[in-house]
């Protein structure tokens, strides 16, 4: 079926209800990052498979909208026959609809694919120009999609408390409270990963993702709603969640919803998708604009997860170090791989370890210059292959129960020349400065992102994306509202989250660099002026010493790579072989003695 | 006349015109920072003379609103028996009112003390509380208030080109090109600095603050409406100006604003007056909300005007080296003056230097623990006299022809502790950090802020106030959008910007800190992957080098403090007598050498 099959039979649809335009974005009800096979609407109506986008399809003429990252991909994915080509943000899709449509024009939108707030300032600005918004659940693109593959069901996991460190029913009291303290009677839980969290289960049909796909409502007493497909509840799900769940299938989803007169509802308009909100609105709720009340209670992991994420690291480590082993006996035995056959041999390493459930994330594998691309997949193209006297960068991570795991470590394959050291150097000096700081209570992300970038600024380079995203307990690798980057993050660091600390830098066709540990937020011990928070690393790998320029580290630099080596060697080492250990405590020994 | 006697008059105006209530904020109509006697409200009704604070008067009971700051200095003020005390922001003025009184109720505002977000906001919690919002511009306290001082008015500076480095003319017609990119005919210039700015006039009038009090209507042409005082403009102000600068004097306000039909108005909700906002709106103009396009190109300072803050901070410089050598030759000779004779002297040393105006703000002058309290004022009580072996702070400036100064220094009487001189080190080392920082173009203050903090968070310490405020050309010492603080400032700094870098340290009842240097952001020159701004410090003044904890500066910020002190030596010694030149050198000798 080509792409103008695709659009007639949307555009057949569009006639029989009268329409005079369609949108299509990249999301589907969840309105995450990760959209299963059999949502990809845009891809099947477009072709193009980028992270982002939106699709505009008119009677006669179509437009696609991508962002800076995607303008070169949409135009070797998308025939300009078929749509024309628009920047997202310079030209947005709204703008383009009203200038391209007559008033009186119906515009139909799928109130599950939006959030609240777009959907009604699209409203307003479609009503502007005298054009009417439509809400249609019944998807032109599901029902024009003819091969479309069947989701993906399989049962969640039970994740026990000896995991969650709390039962479900605890959870869902002291937030029901706060809930209640909102002067809301119940909250919309709208994110998969936050009803997940709320009832210790663990989904196991998206990969990389362990969330249970599902919504759910919050009441102030800890009873729960919980829309979901039935059969990926379990056995046990009830003992397991405790009294007060109440489990409804997506069918009975308006029913529900639809009958809370009288309620009221903190829901979330940027993160909630409209239908939900517009359900609950219709049925005689009053909707309650606010923060999703699970998200931070969430981010600050309780002892027994982050006692949980800390014997995970020791795993993840052991794999890690055997793979770096690995690559260094290879590499002087003068075989070099390509990237999909290193990717493949990481996982390997991590699959054997105990409570494994899978990669966190797709490993970026990077040879060379496919490093200084970010968000490089081997996938995309040939793998390339090692080559002599360069770096190899591999950002990976994995799922195991007890925690989720994100490391990035850049490689000396043979002999890299001075300025890759030097930029090492830079990197890894702001990724110490950052690990090492100290901050009162209050203190945001945003506020300590320039100590991972001085010294780099210092020489007149950046690097352009975030120091660091937060991650779940065995959940998303990358959560909220935790982050450490230039962009304002306005919740402040808190005990027990878990953040990236990764700073990079990256030069076009030549090679990337990244140093990525994750680290965790704790208090300082002691009597202090105002309450202190610090971070400590949970990532145990070594950093490369091969690709140091040790002139450029002063003496507290030195000594934090030394105890952070020495805290490798000594967590990690027990796990290995004999043969990997001497290897890890060569990786590991002292700077002060040489390098 | 008794409090009791003024709200009595209050009251008898309320019965007159048939309010229920009574709204006294402290602001006069230009709602800057500094309000003039006969316009000090809230201080005649009240009695409370802090720099913020609103009260409300009711026919029977009062109250009145101010921040934590002010909760001791209102009861020791303000009587129970005509007021009861709140919480300006825990319980506010509105919340108050509406559990106060009945529906129906009608409270008065004069809209030109508020802005107008404020008004807007008040009319609708009020109106949802069944009562009415009465904007009144008969001020009832004017009214009432029989001995009220006269304005002080005085013709205003017509500033010379050699001293703005752009003509009048030349800024309007940039900058309403810049308003009609905004697609709006013209802008309301509401801030009495900016329209100071745009005319090249400085005020006579206020002290400390050399703006001409004053609004006006910028055209998209570069014409300009100037509603002002007539007697505030002196002879010759036409051709100072140039051409298309119409004069209106106040009471012609509302028939110039309200004869605007048709126009679209730029004006900002939040920093103008609801007053001037209402009339363009009532008379059929078109209000477009956004920020006052005066404020960024003020605030980036052209060549001339940034060799002028060079030029004065060298003549202030010399100033403030004299008194602080004359401080030493006192306390050498065992003579010990109090806060009040040190302020006055060093005002004395200043005034002498050409193109002199005043001080920039009335200075702190801080003997011992009284230095701990960060807006100490020696004139709220007994000035205290300096003791041996303590700290003395002194955070002063001047209004220079050609540019503001503000500088603060700690100074040693006799032998300060170890405790004292580690603080101040650690105090010294952030101001060096902030100081020596580079940055990529689109950084901001708050990305910044912890460069000065990150020394004394390590050891468990923190300030609680900004690390640097904007600062203007012979203008406001307190200007935006640029500063340094912990707070969110959106907007990126830019070359040209004069900030201070003051981190200090506050240890109750014993001592204070701060060492504050004014800098301006000027572009790293050289080929370099990103554009690359730094500070160059234009304050000249030496640090007291017997306030060092030598073990704890490490190399580059020894470099650091002695190049500066090279600086302040061969800029600022050409200007001294033999005797402050030899101080000045021995104050100024590199640290290399022993200290």
């Given at each position: 079926?080509?792409?103008?099959?695709?659009?007639?039979?949307?555009?057949?649809?569009?006639?029989?209800?009268?329409?005079?335009?369609?949108?299509?974005?990249?999301?589907?009800?969840?309105?995450?990052?990760?959209?299963?096979?059999?949502?990809?609407?845009?891809?099947?109506?477009?072709?193009?498979?980028?992270?982002?986008?939106?699709?505009?399809?008119?009677?006669?003429?179509?437009?696609?909208?991508?962002?800076?990252?995607?303008?070169?991909?949409?135009?070797?994915?998308?025939?300009?026959?078929?749509?024309?080509?628009?920047?997202?943000?310079?030209?947005?899709?709204?703008?383009?609809?009203?200038?391209?449509?007559?008033?009186?024009?119906?515009?139909?939108?799928?109130?599950?694919?939006?959030?609240?707030?777009?959907?009604?300032?699209?409203?307003?600005?479609?009503?502007?120009?005298?054009?009417?918004?439509?809400?249609?659940?019944?998807?032109?693109?599901?029902?024009?999609?003819?091969?479309?593959?069947?989701?993906?069901?399989?049962?969640?996991?039970?994740?026990?408390?000896?995991?969650?460190?709390?039962?479900?029913?605890?959870?869902?009291?002291?937030?029901?409270?706060?809930?209640?303290?909102?002067?809301?009677?119940?909250?919309?839980?709208?994110?998969?990963?936050?009803?997940?969290?709320?009832?210790?289960?663990?989904?196991?049909?998206?990969?990389?993702?362990?969330?249970?796909?599902?919504?759910?409502?919050?009441?102030?007493?800890?009873?729960?709603?919980?829309?979901?497909?039935?059969?990926?509840?379990?056995?046990?799900?009830?003992?397991?969640?405790?009294?007060?769940?109440?489990?409804?299938?997506?069918?009975?989803?308006?029913?529900?919803?639809?009958?809370?007169?009288?309620?009221?509802?903190?829901?979330?308009?940027?993160?909630?998708?409209?239908?939900?909100?517009?359900?609950?609105?219709?049925?005689?709720?009053?909707?309650?604009?606010?923060?999703?009340?699970?998200?931070?209670?969430?981010?600050?992991?309780?002892?027994?997860?982050?006692?949980?994420?800390?014997?995970?690291?020791?795993?993840?480590g052991?794999?890690v170090v055997?793979?770096l082993a690995?690559?260094d006996?290879?590499?002087?035995?003068?075989?070099?791989?390509?990237?999909?056959?290193?990717?493949?041999?990481?996982?390997?390493?991590?699959?054997?370890?105990?409570?494994?459930?899978?990669?966190?994330?797709?490993?970026?594998?990077?040879?060379?210059?496919?490093?200084?691309?970010?968000?490089?997949?081997?996938?995309?193209?040939?793998?390339?292959?090692?080559?002599?006297?360069?770096?190899?960068?591999?950002?990976?991570?994995?799922?195991?129960?007890?925690?989720?795991?994100?490391i990035?470590r850049?490689v000396?394959?043979?002999?890299?020349?001075?300025?890759?050291?030097?930029?090492?150097?830079?990197?890894?000096?702001?990724?110490?400065?950052?690990?090492?700081?100290?901050?009162?209570?209050?203190?945001?992300?945003?506020?300590?992102?320039?100590?991972?970038?001085?010294?780099?600024?210092?020489?007149?380079?950046?690097?352009?994306?975030?120091?660091?995203?937060?991650?779940?307990?065995?959940?998303?690798?990358?959560?909220?509202?935790?982050?450490?980057?230039?962009?304002?993050?306005?919740?402040?660091?808190?005990?027990?989250?878990?953040?990236?600390?990764?700073?990079?830098?990256?030069?076009?066709?030549?090679?990337?660099?990244?140093c990525?540990?994750?680290?965790?937020?704790?208090?300082?011990?002691?009597?202090?002026?105002?309450?202190?928070?610090?971070?400590?690393?949970?990532t145990l790998a070594p950093f490369d010493r091969r690709l140091?320029?040790?002139?450029?580290?002063?003496?507290?630099?030195?000594?934090?790579l030394d105890?952070y080596h020495e805290q490798v060697a000594?967590?990690v080492g027990?796990?290995?072989?004999?043969?990997?250990?001497?290897w890890l405590q060569e990786a590991c020994a002292?700077?002060?003695?040489?390098?």
């Amino acid at each position: 079926m080509t792409t103008a099959t695709r659009l007639a039979a949307l555009r057949q649809l569009m006639a029989e209800r009268a329409y005079d335009a369609c949108v299509i974005p990249r999301a589907d009800e969840h309105l995450g990052e990760y959209i299963p096979r059999h949502n990809e609407r845009l891809l099947w109506a477009t072709g193009f498979s980028g992270s982002a986008g939106m699709a505009v399809v008119l009677r006669e003429g179509a437009g696609i909208f991508v962002d800076g990252r995607y303008t070169v991909q949409v135009r070797q994915q998308v025939s300009a026959d078929d749509f024309s080509y628009h920047h997202l943000i310079d030209e947005p899709p709204l703008q383009w609809l009203r200038s391209s449509l007559q008033p009186g024009a119906r515009v139909a939108v799928d109130p599950r694919l939006h959030n609240l707030q777009w959907l009604r300032q699209a409203a307003d600005e479609l009503a502007a120009a005298g054009m009417e918004l439509c809400t249609d659940t019944d998807n032109l693109v599901d029902r024009s999609w003819q091969d479309r593959p069947v989701a993906e069901i399989a049962p969640a996991l039970l994740l026990d408390e000896s995991f969650t460190g709390e039962s479900s029913a605890s959870k869902r009291k002291r937030i029901g409270a706060a809930v209640k303290a909102l002067e809301a009677d119940a909250a919309l839980v709208f994110a998969p990963d936050s009803v997940s969290w709320l009832l210790n289960l663990r989904g196991q049909d998206i990969p990389c993702l362990p969330v249970l796909q599902s919504l759910a409502l919050l009441w102030a007493d800890g009873a729960l709603d919980l829309l979901v497909e039935p059969a990926r509840m379990p056995a046990g799900w009830q003992q397991h969640c405790g009294e007060g769940v109440r489990m409804h299938a997506p069918d009975e989803a308006e029913a529900l919803l639809g009958a809370q007169a009288g309620k009221r509802v903190l829901a979330d308009p940027v993160t909630a998708n409209a239908w939900s909100q517009l359900l609950l609105e219709q049925g005689g709720a009053t909707l309650v604009p606010g923060t999703d009340p699970v998200i931070l209670p969430k981010a600050c992991k309780n002892a027994v997860e982050v006692a949980g994420a800390r014997a995970a690291h020791v795993r993840d480590g052991a794999a890690v170090v055997r793979f770096l082993a690995w690559l260094d006996g290879e590499q002087a035995a003068g075989r070099l791989y390509n990237e999909a056959e290193l990717a493949d041999r990481l996982l390997e390493f991590r699959a054997g370890g105990e409570h494994f459930q899978g990669p966190s994330f797709e490993t970026i594998s990077a040879a060379g210059g496919n490093a200084a691309m970010c968000h490089y997949s081997h996938r995309n193209g040939t793998p390339a292959a090692l080559s002599p006297d360069s770096v190899y960068l591999v950002d990976s991570g994995g799922q195991y129960s007890d925690g989720t795991t994100d490391i990035t470590r850049t490689v000396a394959i043979g002999k890299p020349g001075a300025d890759v050291r030097r930029m090492f150097t830079l990197v890894l000096k702001g990724h110490i400065a950052l690990d090492r700081a100290r901050f009162p209570k209050g203190t945001t992300g945003t506020h300590l992102d320039v100590l991972a970038r001085q010294h780099l600024w210092r020489e007149g380079h950046d690097y352009d994306h975030g120091t660091g995203h937060g991650v779940g307990a065995f959940l998303s690798v990358h959560e909220g509202p935790q982050r450490i980057a230039k962009a304002w993050a306005p919740v402040p660091l808190q005990p027990g989250m878990i953040v990236s600390n990764e700073p990079g830098y990256y030069r076009d066709g030549a090679f990337g660099i990244r140093c990525e540990n994750l680290v965790v937020v704790t208090e300082v011990p002691g009597q202090l002026e105002t309450p202190m928070y610090g971070f400590e690393a949970l990532t145990l790998a070594p950093f490369d010493r091969r690709l140091l320029d040790l002139a450029l580290l002063d003496a507290g630099e030195v000594r934090w790579l030394d105890a952070y080596h020495e805290q490798v060697a000594s967590t990690v080492g027990p796990l290995l072989s004999e043969a990997d250990r001497g290897w890890l405590q060569e990786a590991c020994a002292p700077l002060a003695a040489g390098c």
